[in-house]
């Protein structure tokens, strides 16, 4: 900001030598203008156009440069088959877009991923997409910033906290899902489980509950002891537990993604919501995942899922949908063959 200020005085400046070089010219005697005011006139002229010039140097240097790198490790969108595209991709967060249990997203790939979505947004036949996630309304909303699909031309909301709301990017609004009465449920919850587990971390949510496995614990075995807890407590038949890679869940009861999923759908403003989830690819890698895999046309996994999951997809689509490559690599993959394209 501040070489642009210099080089709004730089103009000025020449402007300014300008308009003395003249008023000397037009004030002064026909044979000898005013010395003082033409050498003012012409010092500052100089001085100005001098650093003007410099600086529109620099910058096309500048311009040229970043066109030059961009254009060498900047991925590349090209269309390499003609496809039928799918109405929408749909994506689980961690195990698909981010690594399981928290480790580093790969940033090479990440860059790929953004490169789709600024070409779904140039060519807006291609499908957006959106996630359906248990975490926070800020994660998915940094999210969307580092992807770059807040300008996406139809702002679609992601389902966040397990389907208890939804989220618009764009218009930076969080639709609620659940009532009054499940949130004070889930406080409570939250509250007993704060007291039993001291030593687990839990994750800041507003409409659900999450906790993390201490170290040497595994999901399932503090999924077992949460279950525990909520049933000696008679809160089990009013809320859901479930399991990420790296997390337990507890949600309320009757609240899901794929039913949070029909109300995103509802923003399309469509005739036909079940029609729309058989034209929808979806990405998921848990149990928690199931609904929203089973209910779209087109699920797809990572090999490394739980064997429950791979079954279910296999038996909805074939072997194919389970895809042999990690996280990101896995979701890149599958929109490179549903859409016709190459990233690169």
């Not at 503090?222 to 399991?243: E, F, G, I, P, Q």
């Not at 990101?328 to 490179?336: A, K, L, T, W, Y």
Request: some cysteine.
């Amino acid at each position: 900001m501040d070489r642009y200020k210099y080089f709004v005085l730089d103009v000025a400046l020449t402007a300014l030598g300008f308009c003395v070089i003249v008023l000397s010219m037009l004030f002064g005697s026909p044979s000898e203008p005013y010395p003082f005011s033409w050498s003012l006139g012409w010092l500052l002229f100089g001085y100005g156009f001098v650093k003007f010039t410099i600086f529109a140097v620099e910058w096309i240097w500048s311009y040229w440069r970043e066109r030059e790198v961009d254009a060498r490790y900047r991925p590349v969108v090209r269309q390499v088959e003609q496809k039928a595209l799918p109405l929408l991709i749909v994506s689980d967060i961690e195990g698909c877009i981010t690594p399981p249990e928290r480790d580093e997203i790969d940033l090479v790939s990440f860059a790929r991923l953004r490169a789709y979505c600024e070409y779904a947004r140039k060519y807006p036949q291609y499908p957006q997409l959106i996630f359906f996630t248990g975490r926070s309304v800020g994660y998915v909303e940094l999210l969307a910033q580092s992807l770059g699909t807040l300008r996406s031309i139809r702002d679609l909301p992601s389902v966040v906290e397990n389907g208890a709301a939804l989220y618009q990017p764009r218009a930076a609004k969080t639709h609620l899902v659940v009532q009054r009465e499940e949130i004070l449920t889930i406080l409570e919850a939250q509250r007993i489980l704060k007291e039993r587990f001291p030593e687990n971390e839990f994750e800041p949510k507003s409409f659900m509950v999450t906790l993390n496995p201490v170290t040497g614990e595994t999901v399932n075995e503090l999924r077992d002891r949460v279950n525990l807890t909520l049933k000696d407590m008679a809160l089990l038949d009013k809320v859901s537990v479930t399991s990420t890679a790296s997390a337990v869940d507890i949600s309320p009861k009757g609240i899901c993604k794929l039913a949070a999923l029909r109300k995103a759908l509802s923003f399309l403003e469509l005739d036909d919501i079940d029609s729309a989830l058989g034209q929808i690819v979806a990405f998921g890698d848990q149990t928690a995942d199931l609904d929203v895999l089973m209910a779209v046309g087109k699920p797809y996994c990572p090999s490394e899922s739980p064997a429950q999951v791979k079954k279910a997809v296999t038996n909805k689509t074939d072997s194919q949908h389970v895809v042999a490559l990690p996280d990101i690599r896995f979701v890149i993959s599958v929109i490179e063959r549903e859409c016709g394209l190459k990233i690169a």
